[in-house]
């Protein structure tokens, strides 16, 4: 351990030195890379934590956009600004811990280190023990790109010993990817030594169905958006938030939709739905949809482990009747279970999407973009999407409120989170 910081030390001499030019084209060559081994990063995560290779190739050419966004528009974010007689400049902070999750391996880490690379930081990446291999490539390709071994070290530790890797002088911030309680434990040590952080936590996302939604539509979206990486995403949507009067179409279109994700081998083309990452994670998603419908809600789809190879299989699953003080509504449900909640109209709609600890994502679904634009404003979240879903965009800042986490990434927000901003006057 002390070795890798003291060579990320090193490191972050020379990178600090490095024109924006030169990042720039380390950053390009790191898009080329993973561009072009996307089959085997694929593969990678695939036997890891269970990712459909096709999904898996997405991640990894979502990783590459990255890459190329902050190439080719990082040295504008970070150029000195004149304001009234003085000058404020962005510089870089040092070696930045990065404490990343296990269900995006790639693009959790390339979306903090494609910005933090081109501001001039180090990384220290403590990735989730179930993807080593991940965590290896990640590095691998990083020192490739760039032609030198000292800019991004893995450290291979149990949560135990994260604490004094933050207390480190040599570390100088850190970006967390989790749970809320783990996050809650990176804050306090943060804080404790006075290191900047970004966390990024969990979610309970509310898709808000207004009566006059294209219904057809947002069947297919929320199903998409419910089932993006097997449910086992923070801004995956989690609560539907249905008016009444279209509430029983509205179901059966969505049932529908998420009959079509049959789960299958994650090494199979045509697999949408691969297994849930651990089996005690699927066992814990089983037991919310049990113990909501002893609570009252209606089991309409799925809800049994099937009889698969993999123990950690999940079916789509789709609730209904979910109601506030249903573990369904009150929790986060990291896996492929979608809970629908009627409501009578906007205001319950808003009051609903905001009753959680959580503010990470939504979505508002109406025919009138004005209409749903005033809903939008309305709802206590990072982010909004109108008519689609949630996603995380290079180009916008990304992150949320409440028990969500706090601090931005992505975006020109990003890209300034581990800079030292300094007034020259």
Same mark, same amino acid.
């Given at each position: 351990m002390a070795d890798a910081l003291s060579e990320l030390t090193a490191g972050f001499g020379a990178l600090k030195e490095m024109s924006y030019q030169d990042r720039a084209a380390g950053l390009q060559r790191l898009a080329d890379l993973l561009e072009a081994r996307q089959d085997e990063? /694929?593969?990678l995560m695939a036997e890891e934590m269970g990712k459909p290779v096709k999904q898996g190739r997405a991640e990894a050419v979502k990783c590459a956009s990255a890459c190329r966004y902050y190439a080719e528009h990082?040295?504008?974010m970070l150029a000195p600004q004149e304001r009234e007689g003085a000058t404020i400049i962005y510089q870089p902070l040092g070696t930045v811990l990065a404490i990343m999750p296990w269900n995006f391996p790639l693009w959790q880490a390339f979306r903090f280190a494609a910005p933090a690379l081109m501001a001039g930081n180090t990384i220290l990446l403590k990735h989730a023990t179930n993807v080593p291999g991940c965590a290896k490539a990640i590095v691998a390709l990083v020192a490739e790109a760039f032609g030198r071994g000292d800019l991004i070290h893995a450290v291979f530790i149990p949560g135990k010993e994260v604490e004094p890797l933050i207390a480190d002088p040599r570390v100088r911030a850190v970006t967390f990817t989790g749970s809320t309680e783990a996050g809650r434990k990176v804050a306090a040590a943060a804080g404790k030594h006075l290191k900047k952080s970004v966390l990024e936590l969990g979610g309970s996302d509310p898709y808000l169905i207004l009566h006059d939604a294209d219904l057809a539509a947002a069947a297919k979206t929320c199903a998409a958006a419910r089932m993006v990486n097997g449910g086992q995403s923070c801004i995956a949507a989690k609560r539907f938030l249905v008016a009444a009067t279209v509430h =029983? *179409? @509205?179901?059966d279109l969505l049932a529908k939709e998420l009959a079509v994700f049959v789960p299958g081998d994650p090494l199979n083309e045509a697999t949408l739905l691969g297994p849930m990452a651990r089996e005690d994670l699927r066992d814990e998603i089983h037991a919310q949809v049990k113990d909501s419908v002893a609570a009252g809600a209606t089991l309409v789809l799925g809800g049994e482990i099937p009889e698969l190879r993999d123990k950690s299989y999940y079916p789509a699953t789709l609730l209904t009747d979910v109601k506030p003080g249903i573990r369904a509504f009150d929790e986060e449900t990291f896996g492929p279970v979608a809970a629908v909640v009627k409501v009578s109209g906007d205001e319950e709609a808003v009051w609903l999407a #905001?009753? $959680?600890? @959580?503010?990470l994502g939504a979505a508002v679904f109406s025919s009138d973009p004005a209409r749903a634009? /005033? %809903?939008?404003?309305? %709802?206590? +979240? !990072? $982010?909004?999407? %109108? #008519?689609?879903?949630?996603? +995380? =965009?290079?180009?916008?800042?990304f992150g949320g409120v409440k028990d +969500? !986490?706090?601090?931005? *990434?992505?975006?020109?927000e990003g890209i300034r989170e581990f800079v030292n901003v300094k007034t020259l006057r």
């Open positions: 990063l /694929a593969r990082g040295a504008a =029983d *179409e @509205f179901v #905001n009753l $959680t600890p @959580f503010g634009r /005033a %809903i939008a404003e309305r %709802i206590e +979240s !990072g $982010t909004v999407a %109108i #008519n689609t879903q949630v996603v +995380s =965009d290079p180009r916008f800042p +969500s !986490g706090w601090g931005r *990434e992505l975006g020109e």
